[in-house]
């Protein structure tokens, strides 16, 4: 790709201010000293202020403060701000896609892809404002009854990660809203202007609907100010999504103020090819979920567990289809794998192959640095894939990056060993053609992740299903299904229309 394909921050600039001033951002009051740099070329898009520390606990007090009131407010008519929130997201998709594509350098469709996605969280929001069913159960006394039911917990403190920048904060904020929360949104530093821009569309949503002020509210900054969130006594419920490395820090000190966790970390995602598999079926499902978003999601595809039958034949394909790739600038046109994230994720990834040599594996298609003269502070890398001897301690570790280990196996109950054999458990897949080998890997005897596929990939979940995992991936569950209740406190209710006061269990204890 020449230089001149790779756009310069004369262009991207202006388009990321133009993006976010059409969302509703008043780009004049952004100005800061922190700097801002897109992927894309590797220069600043523009100079953005964060907030400090101290500003968390006036956002949290302030988001309590709307809690009292947001909390009394009908169900449907919370939902009736989430529903003209997916009205406003479809309006400006075009322009919270860019902002996507320039800040953390999504290809055009995949950012498109992660709008889309919070207009379809809405929706199921919307549907689910009228659901937030509780249930009766018989009581072992006459005349009492038993039931649950369910009540907004507080402040949710939302802490993204820069892969998904709009749309798991919109996960968890369409359903937080519905269920009578407010939110406090810690986003990405590597993504402020998507973050400043989604969130002026849901303050124009709220707006509109006559709701309290501060329902909803971002606070853009360092990793000190997700700190001053995670340790806020305010704080309700913190959902964060990042490394495991960062779980291990937020989870114990959320639970040290008996706050409550959601956490969406690591994933080092498996596809198991059986000798039955459709190898042109395998074929697409691996190359996109192993090459797509640069390897950069939680859900991307790391390793291959192939049987040996076909292993040669799939990894010939694998190669193949790996050398035509087209790499460059995410928002052009047949674009499908743009850069990385930034340096230090690039020398991971080098370093991960590295380590992969010599722990025997070997290189069969990609693992160079590509476009460095036409871009030299940005950094795109072909997609790699690598044999390997077996499931070697870096096979066991996860790379955010595109980097795809393959592997064989003899016998299926060997496959699902090593499907499971890993830190990390939040998705999986098989590709087979044999219903028994299907069944087994959805059982409790398969695969120990959270999100369990056959014949298609481990990326691209639906929002209607709960999304996360299970090990080192944190356990937490966002989007659809059940998700709800994280965000509500249970309460079980005895209600007695006796007239007498009889005891549980028989016990006698009359005065």
């Known amino acids: 790709m020449s230089r001149s394909q790779i756009p310069g921050s004369d262009v991207l600039g202006p388009r990321a201010l133009e993006a976010a001033t059409a969302c509703g951002v008043d780009v004049a009051a952004l100005a800061g000293d922190a700097r801002h740099d897109s992927p894309v070329n590797g220069a600043t898009l523009g100079p953005i202020g964060w907030v400090a520390p101290a500003d968390v606990d006036t956002a949290v007090e302030r988001a309590r403060a709307a809690f009292l009131e947001w909390r009394r407010v009908p ?75 369910w009540h907004p917990l507080g402040v949710v403190g939302v802490i993204s990660a820069f892969n998904f920048p709009v749309a798991v904060w919109s996960w968890n904020t369409a359903i937080a809203l519905v269920c009578g929360d407010t939110v406090v949104w810690k986003p990405s530093e590597q993504a402020p202007l998507c973050a400043r821009a989604a969130a002026a569309l849901l303050d124009r949503a709220l707006a509109e609907q006559g709701a309290p002020a501060y329902v909803s509210q971002v606070v853009v900054g360092g990793p000190d100010v997700g700190e001053a969130l995670v340790d806020h006594p305010g704080v309700a419920l913190v959902s964060a999504t990042g490394s495991t490395r960062m779980g291990r820090a937020v989870g114990p000190r959320v639970a040290n103020r008996f706050g409550r966790s959601l956490l969406e970390l690591g994933g080092n995602n498996a596809a198991i090819v059986a000798p039955s598999a459709d190898l042109d079926l395998a074929l697409r499902g691996i190359v996109f979920a192993a090459a797509g978003t640069a390897g950069q999601r939680c859900t991307t595809m790391r390793r291959v567990i192939a049987h040996r039958s076909v292993a040669d034949e799939l990894t010939k394909r694998l190669a193949e289809a790996y050398v035509r790739l087209p790499i460059g600038n995410p928002m052009a046109e047949g674009t499908l794998v743009g850069p990385l994230v930034h340096g230090k994720a690039y020398d991971v990834m080098a370093a991960a192959i590295e380590q992969a040599s010599a722990e025997g594996g070997t290189v069969v298609a990609g693992g160079e640095r590509v476009l460095a003269d036409a871009a030299p502070d940005a950094y795109y890398v072909q997609p790699t894939i690598m044999t390997m001897p077996g499931q070697t301690d870096i096979v066991r570790t996860e790379t955010f990056a595109p980097l795809l280990y393959l592997v064989t196996y003899d016998d299926f109950d060997e496959a699902i060993a090593l499907n499971n054999d890993v830190p990390q458990g939040l998705s999986s897949s098989l590709f087979t053609r044999d219903q028994a080998e299907a069944e087994l890997y959805v059982s409790a005897e398969g695969s120990d992740c959270g999100i369990v596929n056959v014949n298609i990939g481990t990326s691209g979940a639906e929002i209607g299903g709960a999304f996360g995992g299970e090990k080192e991936t944190g356990g937490g569950r966002e989007s659809g299904s059940d998700a709800w209740r994280s965000y509500m406190r249970r309460a079980t209710n005895t209600i007695n229309y006796s007239g007498e006061l009889p005891l549980a269990q028989g016990v006698d204890f009359s005065v």
């Open 75 to 149: 169900a449907p008519a919370r939902g009736a701000v989430v529903k003209r929130f997916g009205e406003l997201l479809t309006e400006h998709k075009a322009d919270l896609a860019a902002l996507v594509s320039l800040e953390v350098g999504k290809i055009t469709s995949e950012a498109a892809g992660e709008v889309q996605e919070m207009i379809d969280i809405c929706d199921f929001a919307l549907g689910l404002s009228r659901q937030l069913y509780g249930r009766t159960s018989v009581s072992e006394r006459p005349g009492h009854r038993l039931m649950e039911t």
